[in-house]
């Protein structure tokens, strides 16, 4: 059984940071093309990052120069680490793999397994 859990959601001040982590319960899933998106009540899931079989990495605009998306293999363990932290990154943040090595897609297609997801709130 493929399971995604997220962690390391909390509620933060406006310019503040943090890591969220992605463990994946499977080992070969880790090796595949993986990302993070977010979502607030009442919209649509938004991409935030997507990386590579290949360490390859791509970010959404509103997030480029404030987050990264990384991965460490070994652990089994996808990260997205935020900066400069803004109101409007409140969400929910999700990890999200697709089932193969393929390319650095920006939307929900291709993703097939999910996480729960972790709240976010950027708030003074």
């Known amino acids: 059984q493929v399971r995604l859990v997220e962690s390391g959601g909390r509620s933060v001040q406006p310019g503040g940071s943090l890591r969220l982590s992605c463990a994946v319960s499977?080992?070969?899933?880790?090796?595949?093309?993986m990302g993070w998106f977010r979502q607030v009540p009442g919209k649509k899931r938004e991409f935030v990052g997507v990386i590579g079989w290949d360490f390859y990495t791509a970010l959404a605009d509103p997030v480029k120069g404030r987050f990264t998306i990384s991965r460490d293999n070994p652990k089994n363990t996808l990260y997205l680490e935020m900066h400069s932290l803004k109101p409007e990154d409140t969400a929910i943040y999700y990890c999200a793999a697709q089932g193969s090595r393929g390319p650095l897609r920006n939307t929900e297609n291709g993703y097939i397994y999910w996480g729960q997801g972790t709240q976010v709130t950027v708030s003074s």
């Open positions: 499977n080992r070969t899933l880790i090796d595949y093309t």
